[in-house]
């Protein structure tokens, strides 16, 4: 045994005899559990809280577990971790093989497609060994010698975690402005690095969100956050100066402001926006020192996005529907009244952005649960479609800088092709494959099989579902497994590839993708239906859906695992309470179970701003609609199926006393033996670790209990 792991071990010992004043255990249960040789659960002390809110009555045993820098808190979760290393121990040899597997089909050293910007050629590469990519360019042609711009490794030394926000370059290329994060908690530190002598300036900012440089080269417009993460001020930096000026400063707590600049190179444009409403503010690049101005005050219930192209604003916006439309504007006068129409509302397709260049325009819609690319000649207006070959796909932009390009890049995958980035040609129409991700160990996709089924949800809705799985798996109801959703936030799971879950359809499951309400797979009226007073939407949906698949014989209700996470998370704990006998386990991530509470907290990051999202329970229509199926208020004593939680310590998104106390909850409820597992990774925030070889072991302690959960694998019996 390594000396890493005596010390954790010893660690972990230490912290159990500490937690005593916090961890109990009824005498017939730890007798039975000693007495078998199985781990002996950690057992949370209840100290009750008691809330009272609209007349309804709350306790909450486990409030304390909030207290982040209580040793007993560490000790607690250290003994959940010491308990799922207990439990998961006979699977130690099958994690093993697992990470071997996922990491054999992997490049380990590899290179980017480059792309080209302002006479330089970018591209990440990847050096066998190291966690994090490098950045680097060539200066004219691809044969030039390297430059590297920032190596993530260096940057990660002495860092349990490491996460790359900003990093942009002015015009001229000579200064990188880059931000990160060392802890998880999603709060950056921006920095600027002078690219012709390597040297950091001494300008440091902290708590930055988003950056753009000006035209000048010498002036940064950032924003920052405020004690709730909510970015809500607008900075104006000049380089070596002391003082920056607060060009604006959002008072709404509803709203959060962000810069960019648009492709063409011409605006600045700040953006103000909370879930439902927007507005946007201009301020010509190589004006510095002006101040933005407004093209079109917010309207509540109204969005809208601009890009640019010679004297006119392009404006998607949703005022004359949910699913948006596109219109343009003078640059001189962009107010509403002089908006000009150019592609109307449907009902049946979503348009989800434009991107402009000077001699065209790519538009960008959903149809069907499926992108669609088309390309607009600038001076006559033709409109070509970009085909795909699969009846399931995704497809979206690549990394488009140049705003004379002759061509478009977009990425493209399928469950069962890797993804490629590919090179439209504006003139001819035709694409090339500039690179496809290598499957090393020879894969071959023909041995794999994908499809798109729709399951009728019980109020008649027809819900899209995408399946991959190896052909000459079974469809007689024995085949195991895994479905996924998330179903949130209008945010759309699309069906691609993952080479990491090749190690698990080789080993007989089917894949499931359910792209139920709460999303925005069928356009916005699908998230509309998903959130909200109609949020209950989402989880009968996703039962529907597992019914579905059990009536098709697609698998069986003891040989279904599902998985979700964050807001993914809390589908996982509702449907799991509403129907704990339609599953056989569950693995939740960084999982959002404790609504009411989380959302009558509006001291904690983002709460404010998902009112318009999950509802305000200080409203007691809303806080009744919440508590039906809030996952931690509704754990009752019934039997559960086995149960992965996985958490991070320095998570901002979705604190982890939530799941932590969901789990020392459900432990003291559950009447029955299946496995309740936490794990808190307490070097990492909501993405879990930052390291693409530590990544890989968290996917292998994953997959190792999806297996064992059906059968494939042995854990020690609780």
Same mark, same amino acid.
């Given at each position: 045994?390594?000396?890493?792991?005596?010390?954790?071990?010893?660690?972990?010992?230490?912290?159990?005899?500490?937690?005593?004043?916090?961890?109990?255990?009824?005498?017939?249960?730890?007798?039975?559990?000693?007495?078998?040789?199985?781990?002996?659960?950690? &057992?949370?002390?209840?100290?009750?809280?008691?809330?009272?809110?609209?007349?309804?009555?709350?306790?909450?045993?486990?409030?304390?577990?909030?207290?982040?820098?209580?040793?007993?808190?560490?000790?607690?979760?250290?003994?959940?971790?010491?308990?799922?290393?207990?439990?998961?121990?006979?699977?130690?040899?099958?994690?093993?093989?697992?990470?071997?597997?996922?990491?054999?089909?992997?490049?380990?050293?590899?290179?980017?497609?480059?792309?080209?910007?302002?006479?330089?050629?970018?591209?990440?590469?990847?050096?066998?060994?190291?966690?994090?990519?490098?950045?680097?360019?060539?200066?004219?042609? /691809?044969?030039?010698?390297?430059?590297?711009?920032?190596?993530?490794?260096?940057?990660?030394?002495?860092?349990?975690?490491?996460?790359?926000?900003?990093?942009?370059?002015?015009?001229?290329?000579?200064?990188?402005?880059?931000?990160?994060?060392?802890?998880?908690?999603?709060?950056?530190?921006?920095?600027?690095?002078?690219?012709?002598?390597?040297? /950091?300036?001494?300008?440091?900012?902290?708590?930055?969100?988003?950056?753009?440089?000006?035209?000048?080269?010498?002036?940064?417009?950032?924003?920052?956050?405020?004690?709730?993460?909510?970015?809500?001020?607008? !900075?104006?930096?000049?380089?070596?100066?002391?003082?920056?000026?607060?060009?604006?400063?959002?008072?709404? @707590?509803?709203?959060? &402001?962000?810069?960019?600049?648009?492709?063409?190179?011409?605006? /600045?444009?700040?953006?103000?926006?909370?879930?439902?409403?927007?507005?946007?503010?201009?301020?010509?690049?190589?004006?510095?020192?002006?101040?933005?101005?407004?093209?079109?005050?917010?309207?509540?219930?109204?969005?809208? #996005?601009?890009?640019?192209?010679?004297?006119?604003?392009?404006?998607?916006?949703?005022?004359?529907?949910?699913?948006?439309?596109?219109?343009?504007?003078?640059?001189?006068?962009?107010?509403?009244?002089?908006?000009?129409?150019?592609?109307?509302?449907?009902?049946?397709?979503?348009?989800?952005?434009?991107?402009?260049?000077?001699?065209?325009?790519?538009?960008?819609?959903?149809?069907?649960?499926?992108?669609?690319?088309?390309?607009?000649?600038?001076?006559?207006?033709?409109?070509?479609?970009?085909?795909?070959?699969?009846?399931?796909?995704?497809?979206?932009?690549?990394?488009?800088?140049?705003?004379?390009?002759?061509?478009?890049?977009?990425?493209?995958?399928?469950?069962?092709?890797?993804?490629?980035?590919?090179?439209?040609? &504006?003139?001819?129409? @035709?694409?090339?494959?500039?690179?496809?991700?290598?499957?090393?160990?020879?894969?071959?996709?023909?041995?794999?099989?994908?499809?798109?089924?729709?399951?009728?949800?019980?109020?008649?809705?027809? &819900?899209?579902?995408?399946?991959? #799985?190896?052909?000459?798996?079974?469809?007689?109801?024995?085949?195991?497994?895994?479905?996924?959703?998330?179903?949130? !936030?209008?945010?759309?799971?699309?069906?691609?590839?993952?080479?990491?879950?090749?190690?698990?359809?080789?080993?007989?499951?089917?894949?499931?993708?359910?792209?139920?309400?709460?999303?925005?797979?069928?356009?916005?009226?699908?998230?509309?239906?998903?959130?909200?007073?109609?949020?209950?939407?989402?989880?009968?949906?996703?039962?529907?859906?597992?019914?579905?698949?059990?009536?098709?014989?697609?698998?069986?209700?003891?040989?279904?695992?599902?998985?979700?996470?964050?807001?993914?998370?809390?589908?996982?704990?509702?449907?799991?309470?509403?129907?704990?006998?339609?599953?056989?386990?569950?693995?939740?991530?960084?999982?959002?179970?404790?609504?009411?509470?989380?959302?009558?907290?509006?001291?904690?990051?983002?709460?404010?701003?998902?009112?318009?999202?999950?509802?305000?329970?200080?409203?007691?229509? @809303?806080? @009744?609609?919440?508590?039906?199926?809030?996952?931690?208020?509704?754990?009752?004593?019934?039997?559960?199926?086995?149960?992965?939680?996985?958490?991070?310590?320095?998570?901002?998104?979705?604190?982890?006393?939530?799941?932590?106390?969901?789990?020392?909850?459900?432990?003291?409820?559950?009447?029955?033996?299946?496995?309740?597992?936490?794990?808190?990774?307490?070097?990492?925030?909501?993405?879990?670790?930052?390291?693409? !070889?530590?990544?890989?072991?968290?996917?292998?302690?994953?997959?190792?209990?999806?297996?064992?959960?059906?059968?494939?694998?042995?854990?020690?019996?609780?």
């Amino acid at each position: 045994m390594s000396s890493s792991v005596l010390r954790r071990a010893h660690r972990a010992t230490l912290l159990l005899l500490a937690l005593a004043p916090c961890l109990v255990a009824t005498a017939p249960h730890a007798a039975r559990a000693q007495d078998s040789g199985a781990p002996l659960p950690p &057992v949370a002390e209840r100290l009750a809280k008691i809330d009272t809110l609209h007349g309804d009555i709350r306790r909450d045993d486990y409030f304390w577990l909030r207290e982040k820098t209580s040793p007993k808190v560490v000790a607690y979760l250290e003994a959940e971790n010491a308990y799922a290393r207990a439990v998961l121990k006979p699977t130690e040899a099958l994690q093993e093989r697992l990470y071997n597997e996922m990491l054999g089909r992997i490049k380990q050293t590899d290179l980017s497609v480059p792309y080209r910007d302002r006479g330089w050629w970018y591209y990440t590469r990847t050096e066998e060994g190291k966690q994090y990519p490098v950045f680097a360019r060539k200066r004219g042609t /691809l044969e030039a010698p390297e430059e590297i711009l920032l190596d993530l490794n260096e940057l990660a030394k002495g860092q349990a975690f490491m996460s790359l926000g900003a990093f942009t370059v002015s015009d001229d290329g000579n200064l990188l402005a880059y931000s990160y994060d060392s802890t998880g908690f999603r709060q950056y530190r921006l920095r600027v690095k002078d690219l012709r002598t390597g040297e /950091l300036l001494p300008d440091a900012i902290e708590r930055v969100v988003s950056v753009a440089w000006a035209a000048d080269g010498r002036t940064i417009f950032y924003t920052t956050e405020d004690h709730a993460k909510r970015p809500y001020r607008l !900075y104006r930096h000049l380089l070596g100066r002391a003082e920056d000026e607060v060009l604006y400063e959002e008072k709404d @707590e509803m709203f959060r &402001v962000g810069v960019g600049r648009t492709r063409s190179g011409q605006w /600045l444009e700040m953006y103000v926006g909370s879930h439902t409403t927007s507005e946007a503010h201009v301020l010509e690049a190589s004006n510095p020192s002006g101040r933005f101005r407004l093209v079109a005050p917010r309207i509540a219930g109204q969005e809208y #996005y601009l890009d640019h192209r010679g004297d006119r604003f392009w404006i998607v916006t949703n005022d004359r529907g949910r699913n948006f439309r596109l219109v343009t504007a003078p640059v001189d006068d962009p107010r509403r009244e002089n908006w000009t129409e150019e592609i109307g509302h449907r009902d049946d397709v979503l348009l989800t952005g434009v991107d402009m260049f000077r001699d065209f325009h790519v538009v960008q819609e959903r149809r069907n649960g499926l992108n669609e690319l088309h390309v607009v000649d600038a001076a006559t207006g033709a409109r070509r479609s970009i085909p795909f070959p699969e009846p399931v796909y995704s497809a979206f932009g690549s990394t488009n800088r140049e705003w004379d390009a002759t061509a478009y890049r977009y990425s493209y995958q399928s469950m069962v092709t890797p993804s490629s980035v590919l090179e439209y040609d &504006v003139g001819t129409g @035709e694409s090339r494959v500039l690179k496809e991700t290598e499957v090393l160990g020879g894969y071959d996709r023909t041995q794999y099989a994908s499809e798109r089924v729709w399951a009728r949800a019980r109020d008649g809705t027809r &819900v899209p579902v995408s399946l991959v #799985y190896r052909r000459g798996t079974p469809r007689d109801g024995s085949a195991p497994m895994l479905l996924y959703a998330y179903g949130s !936030y209008g945010s759309s799971s699309s069906p691609g590839f993952s080479s990491n879950r090749l190690s698990l359809l080789d080993r007989g499951f089917v894949y499931a993708l359910a792209h139920i309400r709460g999303g925005g797979e069928m356009g916005t009226p699908w998230h509309d239906d998903g959130k909200m007073m109609k949020k209950m939407n989402t989880f009968t949906d996703f039962i529907d859906v597992a019914e579905h698949l059990i009536a098709e014989r697609w698998t069986s209700a003891d040989r279904l695992v599902i998985e979700g996470g964050s807001a993914g998370g809390l589908l996982m704990g509702a449907v799991t309470n509403m129907r704990p006998d339609l599953f056989r386990a569950v693995v939740s991530h960084v999982p959002f179970v404790d609504v009411v509470n989380t959302m009558l907290d509006t001291s904690l990051p983002l709460t404010v701003g998902e009112f318009e999202e999950w509802g305000n329970p200080a409203k007691k229509a @809303e806080y @009744e609609y919440i508590r039906q199926y809030d996952p931690y208020t509704n754990l009752v004593p019934r039997r559960y199926p086995m149960i992965l939680v996985k958490t991070s310590f320095n998570d901002s998104q979705v604190m982890y006393w939530e799941p932590a106390k969901y789990v020392a909850k459900l432990r003291a409820v559950k009447q029955d033996s299946n496995p309740l597992l936490l794990v808190t990774n307490m070097g990492a925030g909501h993405g879990g670790a930052s390291g693409r !070889y530590d990544r890989l072991k968290e996917i292998a302690l994953d997959y190792a209990f999806m297996l064992a959960a059906v059968g494939k694998a042995e854990i020690m019996t609780p």
